[in-house]
C-alpha cells in the first residue's frame, strides 16, 4: 500500500495525522467501530451495551478476545485506557473525546458501567478509540507502534518510510489473509508509476482525478469509489469586514459553480454539497443544492454596498487545490469579486486562520464522522485557541443547536436538531459547503477486492480474500 506521508506516530494516544490515525486502527481497536456506509457505532470490542439512564451506559465486553501478546482482554484494560487517555500525564491528544466521562466502573471482568459528567449523545461514538492494555496504557509515548493491540494487524517493523504490519490471533477480526507493507511515496507520478509497473497493490485518495482515466488502463489495475463522509467548503471571516454582512457571504456563496468543479477538475469523483452533512451519513437531512446564480449575487452585493470588492482566498500548495482555486476566482470575477488565491503550505495556512489573518479559505473535514464535530468548527465557545470557530461565528441561535445535538441521545430527535442547524447555517451563510469527495481506492489485481469505507480508513484491508 503506497502513501505520501509517513505516519508522526503509531501510538493511538497521541496519533492525530491521517496515515497514522488509519495505521494505528489496523493494530488497535475500541469498542465500537463505525458502520463503512453510514457511520452508526457498530459493537466491536463491545458485544453490546444499554443505557441505565441519561448519564450511565453500561456495557457487555467480549470474552473471546485477546491481546497481541497473548493477554486477556477484560473490563480493567477499558477502565486503565479511558483513565489514561483523561490523565494530563499521559498528555493524549484525544483527551477531549473522553472528557464528558467522569467514572469506569467495573461490575465484573467483561462487565463496565460507564458514568457521564453531563449528557452527552456522541459517547458511542467516542467509544471508537483504541484499548490499550492495563499495565501499557498510561506508558511514555511509543512511536514505533509496539503498544499491545487487540486489531487484526500487529507491527512488524518501522523504518523511515515503510509500516510491515503482519496478521495478529485472537483479535477482534479474524486473522486477516494477507501481511500489509505500508509504503511513503511522496511525489503522486512516482506512485503512478509504480502502480503501472504492478510493484504496488493499493492507493486510497493517493490520485488527482484527472489522473485516475490513465491508470484505470493499465493492465491489471482497477478503481472502486465510495461517497466519502467529509467537506471541502468555503470559510469566512463572519465578524468583521465586508464578510461581516449575510448578503455578501450568501453572495460568495452562490457564485460558485460547483456542479462543473465537481465534473471537471474532481472528474466527477464528488458531489456537489447542499449541506454540511454527506448524504450516506444517519443524520442526513434532505435539501436542494445551492444555486449558481450569478444575476443574484450581482444583486445582493450591489444591495449590499459591497461592490466594488477585493478579498482573498487561501489555499493549500497542493495542485489540485490550487487550480481549484483559480476556478473559483474566475466565478468570482463574474459577480465583480476581485479574488486573490494565496497557496499556503497547511501550517502557515492554519497559523493565519487561527490569528484570524484571512477573509476567505478552502477547507476539507476530513472524518465528518460524528455531526457533533461541527461544535468544533461553529460553536461560540471554540473560537481560536480554544477550537477551530476560525471564521468567529457567534450565533446564539447556533450555540443552542449544537448544544441541543450535543445532549440529545435519540436519533431522530438528533436528526432533526442537526436538520435545523443545517438550515441555519445555510440561511446565514456561516459556512459555505462545496462539494463531498468519493473514497477513491486504486488496486492491483489481488487487492481488487479492496473497498474503502465513508471516512477513508483501511480496515477492509483485514478482510480481504
Request: hydrophobic share 45%; net charge neutral.
Amino acid at each position: 500500500m503506497l502513501v505520501a506521508n509517513d505516519p508522526e506516530t503509531l501510538d493511538p494516544r497521541h496519533a492525530t495525522d491521517a496515515v497514522a490515525l488509519r495505521t494505528s486502527r489496523l493494530v488497535h481497536a475500541g469498542l465500537v467501530r463505525l458502520d463503512p456506509i453510514t457511520l452508526e457505532p457498530k459493537p466491536y470490542l463491545a458485544r453490546s451495551w444499554r443505557w441505565v439512564d441519561e448519564r450511565t451506559l453500561s456495557v457487555e465486553l467480549r470474552d473471546d478476545v485477546t491481546f497481541h501478546s497473548g493477554a486477556p482482554f477484560g473490563a480493567r484494560d477499558v477502565a486503565a485506557t479511558i483513565r489514561a487517555l483523561q490523565s494530563p500525564e499521559v498528555a493524549s491528544r484525544h483527551a477531549r473525546v473522553v472528557d464528558a466521562i467522569g467514572d469506569v466502573l467495573i461490575d465484573d471482568e467483561h462487565r463496565i458501567r460507564i458514568e457521564l459528567r453531563r449528557t452527552h449523545a456522541t459517547l458511542l461514538t467516542d467509544l471508537e478509540l483504541p484499548i490499550l492494555r492495563e499495565s501499557e496504557a498510561s506508558l511514555p509515548p511509543r512511536p514505533n507502534g509496539d503498544l499491545d493491540g487487540l486489531g487484526p494487524f500487529v507491527v512488524a517493523s518501522r523504518e523511515p518510510g515503510t509500516v510491515a504490519l503482519v496478521p495478529a490471533n485472537g483479535g477482534a477480526l479474524p486473522a486477516p489473509a494477507h501481511p500489509v507493507t505500508i509504503r511513503t511515496v511522496h511525489d503522486e507520478n512516482a506512485r503512478a508509476l509504480r502502480m503501472h509497473a504492478g510493484r504496488a497493490d493499493l492507493v486510497v485518495n493517493g490520485f488527482s482525478p484527472t489522473l485516475l482515466p490513465a491508470l484505470a488502463q493499465a493492465r491489471g489495475v482497477s478503481i472502486s469509489t465510495r461517497p466519502g463522509a467529509n467537506l471541502t467548503y468555503m470559510l469566512a471571516r463572519a465578524d468583521r469586514g465586508p464578510l461581516s454582512d449575510e448578503r455578501v457571504r450568501k453572495a460568495v456563496a452562490i457564485a460558485i459553480d460547483r456542479e462543473r468543479i465537481v465534473r471537471t477538475l474532481l472528474a466527477g469523483h464528488a458531489s456537489a454539497a447542499s449541506g454540511l452533512l454527506p448524504k450516506a451519513h444517519w443524520a442526513h437531512s434532505e435539501a436542494s443544492a445551492l444555486p449558481f446564480d450569478l444575476e443574484s449575487a450581482r444583486r445582493m452585493l450591489s444591495e449590499a454596498g459591497a461592490l466594488p470588492l477585493r478579498l482573498t482566498l487561501l489555499t493549500s500548495t497542493d495542485r489540485l487545490r490550487g487550480t481549484i482555486a483559480r476556478q473559483i476566482a474566475q466565478d468570482m470575477a463574474s459577480i465583480g469579486v476581485d479574488l486573490e488565491v494565496v497557496p499556503l503550505e497547511f501550517g502557515t495556512m492554519l497559523a493565519r486562520l487561527g490569528a484570524g489573518d484571512f477573509e476567505l479559505a478552502t477547507l476539507q473535514i476530513p472524518e465528518l464522522t460524528e455531526p457533533n464535530v461541527l461544535r468544533t468548527f461553529l460553536h461560540s465557545s471554540c473560537i481560536p485557541p480554544a477550537g477551530a470557530n476560525r471564521g468567529r461565528v457567534r450565533d446564539a441561535e447556533l450555540d443552542r443547536l449544537l448544544d441541543r445535538g450535543a445532549e440529545e441521545r435519540d436519533p431522530a430527535a438528533r436528526r432533526a436538531v442537526y436538520a435545523s442547524l443545517e438550515k441555519l447555517v445555510r440561511d446565514r451563510a456561516l459556512f459555505v459547503p462545496l462539494w463531498h469527495e468519493d473514497q477513491v481506492a486504486v488496486t492491483s489485481a489481488r487487492a481488487a477486492a479492496f473497498r474503502p469505507s465513508a471516512e477513508g480508513r483501511w480496515l477492509d484491508l483485514a478482510m480481504m480474500p
